[in-house]
């Protein structure tokens, strides 16, 4: 897309596959260099080399984002290494929780802290470099469940609406010094080891039903939102602030 990246440091949550993957390999194709966390070494490992096959430094740091420790050390080692972060794209998720049988509780705890505090505590962490330079952009990834009331996977819904809540009162606060917070609330999404990959086999009449209802026909692709993630973070959104951008091929259906 030519987004002119170059010069800036991505930091992506959650990139050992599918979305956040996706977004780390989007934003090192417009020229950003990126540092990558999640818990699984092997798996980042893997996108890491795919970076640098893009001909752009990269930094992988295995860290659970749901605990505070490992947020300031991943803040650490990134200003370590690169000597700023320009981008936040904060998309870890509690979702390998689901197809367990863990109790009520433990959903909520884990998307308060994974989903909810990674994403502020981050900015927080990274906001005072952002602000000496009058420059930075962050996004949240929420979810299309975090908009409407579905009647199930309560703590997962709950806690993306109140992301979307987050993201636009910390744009609020952040614009005077330059750094823009948006969100992105993407439908669902065909990947491996997803949600979906597994209702597909114990539910196919459910997936297919939801598939019909899109206007567009299907479930999306992790490439398709990381596209609008990088155009977000880029200087020819300079103008979207506070925003909560929809991607879902039409499968939101209300009207705001």
């Not at 030519?2 to 599918?18: P, Q, Y």
């Not at 290494?81 to 998309?91: A, E, I, K, T």
Request: aromatic share 4%; hydrophobic share 45%.
């Amino acid at each position: 897309m030519d987004l002119h990246l170059d010069g800036k440091v991505a930091l992506v949550t959650g990139a050992s596959r599918g979305l956040g993957r996706a977004t780390a390999l989007a934003l090192a194709r417009e020229g950003a260099d990126v540092v990558i966390a999640a818990r699984s070494q092997g798996p980042l490992d893997e996108v890491a080399e795919a970076v640098r096959r893009l001909g752009r430094r990269v930094l992988a740091v295995s860290a659970d984002v749901g605990n505070p420790e490992d947020r300031e050390q991943l803040a650490s080692h990134a200003m370590e290494f690169f000597g700023q972060v320009d981008v936040l794209v904060s998309n870890a998720t509690a979702l390998d929780l689901y197809g367990t049988d863990s109790p009520d509780r433990a959903f909520w705890d884990a998307h308060y802290n994974v989903d909810l505090l990674a994403a502020v505590h981050l900015t927080e962490l990274l906001a005072p470099g952002m602000r000496q330079r009058h420059s930075g952009a962050i996004v949240f990834v929420s979810s299309i469940s975090g908009k409407v009331g579905e009647g199930s996977d309560h703590a997962y819904g709950a806690l993306k609406a109140a992301l979307i809540a987050a993201g636009k009162t910390l744009a609020t606060a952040l614009a005077k010094d330059g750094i823009r917070v948006n969100v992105v609330a993407p439908g669902g999404m065909d990947e491996p080891g997803s949600e979906w990959e597994r209702l597909r086999t114990s539910d196919p009449a459910r997936v297919a039903a939801i598939e019909k209802s899109i206007p567009m026909g299907r479930l999306g692709r992790p490439d398709e939102v990381a596209d609008c993630i990088a155009f977000l973070v880029s200087e020819r959104a300079h103008w979207i602030v506070g925003h909560c951008l929809v991607v879902d091929g039409g499968q939101y259906p209300a009207v705001a």
